[in-house]
């Protein structure tokens, strides 16, 4: 089984040749991207240093913002160990830009899990936008791919302060959206009302493409230090970037009004943060051609896959249809038993709190959580469906593959 595997594996690859050569061209652009804003920023060692205390003038942690402002092509950037994950980035600009009597829409449908309970959705937390006064709305995708523009303008009335969008699909069977298909939706809000803050949940989606949806206007865009941008080495940390006048917003709602990003230190070096930025454009590289081959492999076998390899993919997430629980439940345990980490570990399905189903979650990763790294998710409904998503090299992807084929499809 051992030779068969590795012959469906090669001739899956052999399949993809061009488009995984279309992923590294993505990858040496954005790779000249980050380097061309070392080089303007004189990245050197002194950047690595240490802070303590209050860390006024801490130019480890200002100029690694100027670089992603740089990269993003926007006018600021906080871009912190201090913010602890993607959700408290995301809950960081909701609860600093909205106020009382403030509407949101959600224009891509119901977000992720975790900003439900930010939002008053669900959950029944004494802190939520709804608690504070402030309304929420969403408007869905049409079929499920497409923004609903006609639908977002007529949810739009005179208290709408933001519209946010989220880029990836996250754990939904919805397609992940383009930057390139923000750009109409974007500039037809701001004919309507300039005022109107476009703000996109980027997780996932960094370095997929050429462009970030800050090139379409997009006011503020927002993510996770443990996905894309960390590469595997930032071991935490969240990143808000965008336009000046809001970023101050949310630094006066991070740390205190009249303070805002003058504060904040780090007593461990900032090295790994820059040295993961250097490397995301080609980890994340890695990570779709190891959605791509398993997407490939498991299409070919008759499984249902989205995206399929015909799509444009827009982050990194991979999903995988087995209609059957122990599957579901083996996909998981076998990526974990494939992980350089806890790779003894047997995962199981739990209640996770915040969620309807068991989860069963496999990640034998370097920094805990981290879902950079090879990792998979599994709710444990209907219709049986697998999510995965990263994978710091090929080789680590293909060897989990085999390990799938040889263990789960025999
Ligand atoms: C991961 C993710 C989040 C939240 O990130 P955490 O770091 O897990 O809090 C939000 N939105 C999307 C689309 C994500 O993929």
Redesign the pocket.
Known sequence: MTNRAEKIINDALSTLINKFTEIDKISQYNTEKVLNAFAKNNIGSRHFAPSNGYGYDDVGRDTLETLFSDIMHTESSIVRPQIA????A?SLCLFGLLRYGDNCISATGA??D??QTVIGISGNEPVSLKNLGINYKQVELINDCEIDIDGVVNAIDENTKLIMI?????YSSRSSILPSQMADFITTIKKLDKNIIVMV?N??GEFVCVDEPSDYGADIIVG?L??NLGAGLAPTG?YISGKQKYIDLIAAHLTAPGLGKELGSYEASYRLFYEGLFLAPHVVAQSLKIAMLFSEVFSNMGYRVFPDNTTDRS?I?QAIQFDDENMIIKFCQIIQSSSPIDSYAIPEPWDMPGYDNKIIMASGSFVS?S?IELSADAPIRKPYTVYFQGGLTLEHGIFALKNLLIQLIK
């Open positions: 994950s993607g959700t408290h995301l977000p992720y975790t900003l989220q880029r990836s699909k996250g949940d997780c996932y996770s443990i996905k969240g982050d997430v959580g879902s």
